[in-house]
């Protein structure tokens, strides 16, 4: 009945794109078809049918991928140990601290991939999907090979990949770039998340790779849905061929220091961004406790909040319980089990209102209290840059490099947005299906 109901939903989310569509006239039904069967596929071929015992043709990358981020994650707990010693080590430290544990691994593979960029190594891994992608879907090289790049790198460096060609893009096209942006996160970041969920999920660093591989054509689906194109675009596939890093580093050693601190000014970044949100949502809570109060709402407020709603928030006017009740029918549509989707429903908020970090932090809070099946739906549906800090982040990135553009990034921010957030739920769905 879940997959059912996860099948629904991605007819469903389909459905309010199209009603959201710029032209719904000029929808090329071809292309979502397209996509919608490239993501299967993928899918398949990834992680397989476990529902059937069916393995993946492709399980291979998938379990490579969840071992290469455990690699990950112990060398960067070697650097770390080096600078903060006991602490790295939650049984040492008296808990798991924050710090210490998951940002020296956004470091370190922010490092890591500038020396695989400067050996040509990712270069060839993303102009190789792109000419998948380009391939199979109806889309510029352009639109091909940035959505390629956001699987591994993030919405700011991803359009440096093809900064000659901004300026010029349809509207579809710039659509599409940004669309890509929100529905699929950082290298680092995903990294980071995987050392957070671990704990709960074997194989969590396989699953989220295979989250943003498969949120790349997906957001270029309703990309094209909300804003289809009816322009003639100018790059061809002529643009996989070319150089655009213009900052070629002297040698690897360079290129470490230079992702190390690229890494470094990210974490920076995430424990600001984490210090201020947290306390800001403790503030709102608060006051929303007084008001509850005031009210006597846990008196009177179970008579009209669903009861898993009511107990995930345990009977408390919150942030987390308003949440809860505006993304529930999004939780539901996801296949995730009713006795679960309040706890969903709230991370969903919390990654659109808030940002994915925060919402990763929480799901890792509460995983005791899910089942591993649905940690999993909710790793996929998380897994995306897709919320509102997001449009000024793209509109501050992409505008630096077409300042002639700002005024159409700014228009399109919100439908870049939902088009984001449901790429991700339609992966979410499709694992939900297989798993």
Request: a neutral charge; aromatic letters at 10%.
């Amino acid at each position: 009945m879940e997959r059912i109901i996860s099948l629904f939903g991605i007819v469903v989310f389909v459905v309010i794109a199209f009603f959201l569509s710029s032209k719904r006239k000029e929808v090329r039904f071809n292309l979502i078809l397209r996509a919608l069967f490239f993501q299967f596929a993928l899918a398949v071929c990834l992680i397989g049918i476990p529902s059937l015992n069916v393995p993946g043709f492709l399980s291979f990358i998938f379990h490579a991928a969840s071992n290469f981020f455990l690699a990950i994650i112990r060398f960067a707990d070697e650097g770390a140990n080096f600078v903060a010693g006991p602490l790295v080590d939650p049984a040492k430290a008296n808990g798991y601290i924050f710090a210490v544990k998951v940002l020296p691994v956004v470091v370190f593979f922010s490092s890591l991939m500038s020396v695989l960029y400067h050996y040509g190594i990712m270069q060839k891994i993303v102009g190789g999907f792109a000419k998948i992608m380009h391939k199979i879907l109806p889309i510029s090289g352009a639109e091909a090979l940035a959505s390629s790049a956001n699987i591994f790198i993030g919405q700011t460096e991803a359009p440096l990949v093809i900064a000659p060609y901004v300026q010029k893009m349809t509207r579809s096209e710039l659509n599409c770039l940004m669309v890509g942006g929100m529905a699929t996160v950082a290298g680092g970041v995903l990294a980071a998340f995987v050392d957070m969920l671990s704990p709960f999920v074997k194989d969590i660093g396989g699953h989220l790779l295979t989250a943003s591989v498969l949120s790349a054509p997906a957001a270029i689906m309703y990309a094209k849905i909300m804003v289809p194109e009816t322009e003639e675009h100018l790059s061809s596939k002529d643009v996989f061929n070319k150089d655009h890093n213009d900052e070629k580093k002297s040698n690897a050693i360079e290129a470490a220091a230079a992702g190390a601190s690229t890494g470094m000014k990210m974490a920076i970044n995430i424990v600001a961004m984490l210090i201020a949100f947290i306390a800001l949502v403790a503030l709102l809570n608060g006051v929303l406790s007084y008001l509850g109060e005031f009210i006597n709402f846990s008196n009177w407020g179970n008579t009209i909040i669903p009861d898993e709603i009511w107990s995930a928030s345990k009977g408390k006017l919150s942030l987390e319980m308003i949440l809860s009740i505006l993304f529930l029918p999004f939780a539901f549509l996801l296949g995730i089990p009713f006795s679960e989707c309040a706890h969903i429903a709230g991370l969903l908020g919390e990654k659109v209102i808030i940002n994915e970090f925060y919402a990763y932090i929480h799901l890792a809070q509460i995983g005791e209290n899910l089942s591993e099946k649905s940690i999993i739906v909710a790793s996929y549906a998380l897994c995306g840059f897709a919320n509102f800090s997001s449009i000024g982040i793209q509109l501050g990135g992409i505008g630096e490099i077409a300042p002639n553009r700002r005024k159409d990034i700014a228009q399109l921010g919100i439908k870049a947005l939902i088009g984001g957030s449901f790429a991700a739920f339609t992966t979410a769905c499709i694992a939900n299906i297989l798993l």
